[in-house]
């Protein structure tokens, strides 16, 4: 039971989480916010391009398609019933994560940081809550059948662990200015 929680709840959320990866490697570009400033700060900051918003989701969405594919023979390997992914939902958990990046940085920017700065909690949940809002909107049955109150917690409780993982990862190989 709990092998399956946990599997089940990291399966049906890999595609939120690579989108923000996939980001940084195909970033540079046009910044989203075009420059613009609120007041005395940019609204986001040259971190958010157009680029990275675009191959993040689109890498997010792939990876859902091909986790929809081999879900029944990758289940039957663990010997776990584990979730396809409807091109609604693979939208909604690709694009979610990257609005939810999107909005941390615009809270950033509000609250005086600057690009960059750490703010713990919102920066390794901002865009799995914004993947699990995109979702629940876009496929609803889908995600209420998918994403019970016990894989919610799993993914809770795992994602800021894997988040600072990876962060340090990309950080030690010279892809991130800051390992965070």
Do not use: C
């Not at 399966?11 to 540079?28: C, D, F, R």
């Not at 046009?30 to 986001?44: C, N």
């Not at 016990?150 to 962060?167: E, I, K, M, Q, S």
């Amino acid at each position: 039971m709990l092998l399956s929680v946990v599997v089940g709840a990291l399966w049906a959320v890999l595609p939120a989480y690579l989108p923000n990866n996939a980001a940084v490697l195909a970033g540079g570009g046009r910044p989203i916010d075009g420059g613009r400033t609120l007041g005395d700060r940019r609204l986001l900051g040259d971190g958010k391009t157009w680029r990275g918003t675009a191959a993040g989701t689109a890498a997010g969405i792939a990876l859902a398609v091909s986790l929809d594919a081999l879900a029944g023979r990758a289940g039957a390997a663990v010997g776990v019933t584990l979730p396809g992914f409807p091109l609604v939902a693979a939208l909604g958990l690709a694009l979610g994560a990257m609005v939810g990046d999107v909005a941390a940085s615009f809270l950033k920017r509000r609250s005086g940081r600057e690009r960059g700065a750490a703010v713990p909690g919102l920066d390794q949940l901002d865009f799995v809550v914004g993947a699990l809002v995109f979702a629940a909107a876009g496929a609803p049955e889908w995600f209420a059948a998918t994403f019970t109150p016990a894989r919610l917690a799993v993914v809770v409780v795992v994602t800021p662990a894997l988040h600072v993982g990876t962060n340090v990862a990309a950080y030690a190989l010279g892809l991130k200015d800051e390992p965070w």
